[in-house]
T-cell receptor, first 115, second 118 residues
Framework: NAGVTQTPKFQVLKTGQSMTLQCAQD?????MYWYRQDPGMGLRLIYYSASEGTTDKGEVPNGYNVSRLNKREFSLRLESAAPSQTSVYFCASSYSTGTSGNTIYFGEGSWLTVV | AQSVTQLDSQVPVFEEAPVELRCNYSSSVSVYLFWYVQYPNQGLQLLLK??????LVKGINGFEAEFNKSQTSFHLRKPSVHISDTAEYFC????????????????FGRGTQLTVWP
């Protein structure tokens, strides 16, 4: 059971470099999410995709772009990395965003350091 | 927007002692409540969720939580903890579909680090 798979698991970037975090789910879920986790801050939503072909901003979208490539894949791009984007990034998915009490399933996380 | 307050950032307990991790949320409208657990260097795993059925919800690993609408609380409890319960625990809330603009997105608390000592 792969569930939600993220790559890479670890990455070090220099300020100004760009990179893409990849995410894929094999649960036939409609909705996918990108969160970032910082110490003492819990998880904050960056972007989400309610269904294939749609994306929307979450709480902290600045400095990020996303692409819902198909139903399985949802990528997060940092165009010009900044030290403030040093964080742990989690991809997640759920059957839908509109269903009450819908469970969200998380990937293992991607540790990103920007120096 | 919803807000979730986890009242304790760290909870140290001894093995086999009972534990309660506290969570309060801001909304008085229909909500759905979740507890997730995160073990070191791993993603989040669902412990339990409340979706307007019984107010006492039982989850995995012997955890349970009680929904209290009047106090807007959803505290997590376990009668006897093990060292393996050491982890960070997150409370999260989503609004019901009668608040459709939020589309069921989750709002997370800042987390409670539970440390179980032998």
């Amino acid at each position: 059971n792969a569930g939600v798979t993220q790559t890479p698991k670890f990455q070090v970037l220099k300020t100004g470099q760009s990179m893409t975090l990849q995410c894929a789910q094999d649960m036939n879920h409609n909705s996918m999410y990108w969160y970032r986790q910082d110490p003492g801050m819990g998880l904050r939503l960056i972007y989400y995709s309610a269904s294939e072909g749609t994306t929307d901003k979450g709480e902290v979208p600045n400095g990020y772009n996303v692409s819902r490539l198909n139903k399985r894949e949802f990528s997060l791009r940092l165009e010009s990395a900044a030290p403030s984007q040093t964080s742990v990034y989690f991809c997640a998915s759920s059957y839908s965003t509109g269903t009450s009490g819908n469970t969200i399933y998380f990937g293992e996380g991607s540790w990103l350091t920007v120096v | 927007a919803q807000s979730v307050t986890q009242l304790d950032s760290q909870v140290p307990v001894f093995e086999e002692a009972p534990v309660e991790l506290r969570c309060n949320y801001s909304s008085s409208v229909s909500v759905y409540l979740f507890w997730y657990v995160q073990y070191p260097n791993q993603g989040l795993q669902l412990l339990l969720k409340y979706t307007s059925a019984a107010t006492l919800v039982k989850g995995i690993n012997g955890f349970e939580a009680e929904f209290n609408k009047s106090q807007t609380s959803f505290h997590l409890r376990k009668p006897s903890v093990h060292i393996s319960d050491t982890a960070e625990y997150f409370c999260a809330v989503s609004e019901g579909t009668d608040r459709g603009s939020t589309l069921g997105r989750l709002y997370f608390g800042r987390g409670t680090q539970l440390t179980v000592w032998p």
